[in-house]
Structure formats: C-alpha cells, structure tokens
C-alpha cells in the first residue's frame, strides 16, 4: 500500500484498476461501451472529474490560501508564491480547460449544444449553467492567471503593477466563487428538475 499511495501516479492509477473491479464485480453494467448512451455517461463521468479539480482547487484558493496569507510571516511567503501557488494554478486552469472540452462534447454527444447555449426550452437551466461557466473559464484563462503570472513573480514587471495585477486577480477568483454556487445549481438541476 505504502508503495502506491507515496506516488500520485500510482494512486490514480488505483482508483483506476478499483473502478474497473467493481465494474466487473458488480456485473450490471454488461453493456459497458456497448451503447452511444453508455459512451455520453462516460464523458459525464469524464466532466464531473475535471470540474470537481477545477472548482476544488478554486474553492482551495479563496477558502484556504488566500485567508491564510496574511497570517504567514513575510519569509515563509515565498513557500506558497514560488512553490505551491504555481503548481495548484497549473492544475486549475487545465481543468479548467478539461471541464469546458468535455462540458461541450457532453452537450454535443446529447444533442442539445445549440438549444442550451441558444437558452432555449427545456435546455435553458443546463444552458445558464454553461454560459456562467464559460464566464468563469475565460476569467480563469483571460484574467486569472496573466495577472497570478505578474503576481507570483513569473513574468517581472514593476512592484505598483505587481500588486495591482494580485488584487486583479483576487477580485476575479472571488467573482468565480461567487458564480460557482449558481452555476453548480444548474449544471445539476437540468436532469432533476431544479428549476
Ligand atoms: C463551460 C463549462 C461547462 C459546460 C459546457 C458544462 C456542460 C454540462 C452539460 C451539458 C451537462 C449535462 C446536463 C444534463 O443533461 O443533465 C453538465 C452536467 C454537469 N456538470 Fe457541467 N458544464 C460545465 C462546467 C461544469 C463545472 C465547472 C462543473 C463543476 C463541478 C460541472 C459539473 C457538472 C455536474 C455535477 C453535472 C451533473 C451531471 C449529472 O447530473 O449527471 N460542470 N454540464
């Protein structure tokens, strides 16, 4: 066990080989890639895993780091601005990315992309959903990380800039979060009739 869980690689890989025992163990799922319906599910499948990083580490950085930074003393800083911070925002905005790919193809594959981004009946709740999260993605590609890249030292500019493009980039990662909440309503509420 220890071998696995001390690489991520490995662990992932895990979670991988367990899914696909209790695939076969529970054996209802006999039609597994059989059917186009079966391969629209997958993707579901593959969205929900993107979004939950994308909107995990989202919800990491205004519920945990950002709070947290003023508590930590000005030499221990460097520890989340030159370590930490660059790798959870390497993993943000590619699942950010992901999240939008299969968010789309998953519309597609239903055949509803046109109708839910047109807000068109019974496709608007599903529809909102992708345009709040379309917002939130181009926020996070646009605005997010330019400014995190001044911000953190990755790109040099002038110090007056630097902490106008850290604020920039906080007030955008808290409109995010405030958009989240209803955008996640939506995203489920199309097939459980939230709304
Ligand atoms: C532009 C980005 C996105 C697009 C285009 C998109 C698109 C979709 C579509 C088409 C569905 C299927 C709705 C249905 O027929 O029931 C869906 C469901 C869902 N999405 Fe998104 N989505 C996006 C972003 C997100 C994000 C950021 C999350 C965060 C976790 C998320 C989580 C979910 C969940 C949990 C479901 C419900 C799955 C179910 O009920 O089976 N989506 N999304």
Known sequence: MGAIFQSLGRTV???VVLLVILVLATGVNVGVGASYA?????????HVLSGVLWIGLLWYFNFVQIPSMPKIPDEQKPAISKVIAPTALFWFRWAALATVVTGALLAFMSGYIVAALGLQRPFTPIGIGMWLALVMAFN????????????LGIVTVEAAEKAKAARLA??????????????????????????
């Open 140 to 151: 996070v590609w646009f605005i997010i990380w330019p400014n995190q890249k001044k911000a």
């Open 170 to 195: 906080m007030l955008t990662s808290r409109a995010n979060t405030m958009l989240s909440i209803p955008m996640l309503f939506c995203m489920v509420a199309q097939q459980n009739g939230g709304l």
């Open 13 to 15: 890989l895990a979670g």
């Open 38 to 46: 079966w391969w629209t599910f997958f993707m579901r499948w593959l």
